[in-house]
């Protein structure tokens, strides 16, 4: 059963890089066909996606935000990791991973993490 | 971008009643050489991820109770929940593949 938890620190301050991993255990990141995403929801409002990747690397950002994102893979560790630079108090929110099916990034998250609540504040 | 909206924010339903949310997309997810809506609903329940509901517009994924239909095409869509349970108490959201950036609706709210 494919299962991806979200680590990293909780608490960054302004100006700093926000930085979570996306462990996935149940199945493999190198596994064909699969997109893996970051997704955030500051708290009480709607969904918003960060970007993707797949297990070569090819990614793809949301274009608002793609001067402050980077994210990378680790096959030899089956996880994920997400970089925000420059944060600000608009980037607090609950972080989920999840995975695209279907061999592209544009196609829905058919599972997800439980989230990460990161919260921008000296 | 391609944007999504929602309506209503929130509705109140009885149990046993029908909920109906729609979205609505600012240009056609319709892919006309496929016939395909690039169209998927989620269910969040409070102090969990969003779950999948329904892919393609219309599609529902397996172990998702049949009280729960998704219809329409282009440009307009309806989420339609059936005899309305105590546990489908959600946040729902539809989000757009059809095109980058990846977008979602807004939510739409059912309560008892």
């Known amino acids: 059963q494919l299962q991806l938890q979200e680590s990293g620190p909780r608490l960054v301050k302004p100006s700093e890089t926000l930085s979570l991993t996306c462990i996935v255990s149940?199945?493999?990141?190198?596994?064909?066909?699969?997109?893996w995403g970051w997704i955030r929801q500051p708290p009480g409002k709607g969904l918003e996606w960060i970007g993707s990747i797949n297990y070569i690397g090819h990614t793809y950002y949301k274009p608002s935000l793609r001067s402050r994102v980077t994210i990378s893979v680790d096959t030899s560790k089956n996880q994920f990791s997400l970089k925000l630079t420059s944060v600000a108090a608009a980037d607090t929110g609950i972080y989920y991973c999840?995975?695209?099916?279907?061999?592209?990034?544009?196609?829905?998250?058919?599972?997800w993490g439980q989230g990460a609540l990161v919260t921008v504040s000296s | 971008d391609i944007v999504m909206t929602q309506s209503p924010d929130s509705l109140a339903v009885s149990l046993g009643e029908r909920a109906t949310i729609n979205c609505k997309s600012s240009q056609s997810i319709l892919y006309t050489s496929n016939s395909k809506n690039y169209l998927t609903w989620y269910q969040q329940k409070p102090g969990q991820p969003p779950k999948l509901l329904i892919s393609?517009?219309?599609s529902r994924e397996s172990g998702v109770p049949d009280r729960f239909s998704g219809s329409g095409s282009g440009t307009a869509f309806t989420l339609t929940i059936n005899n309305l349970q105590a546990e489908d108490v959600a946040v729902y959201y539809c989000q757009q593949h059809y095109n980058s950036p990846l977008t979602f609706g807004g939510g739409t709210k059912v309560e008892i």
């Open positions: 149940g199945d493999s990141i190198s596994s064909n066909g699969y997109y």
């Open positions: 999840a995975r695209q099916n279907g061999g592209t990034y544009l196609r829905w998250f058919d599972s």
């Open positions: 393609w517009a219309s």
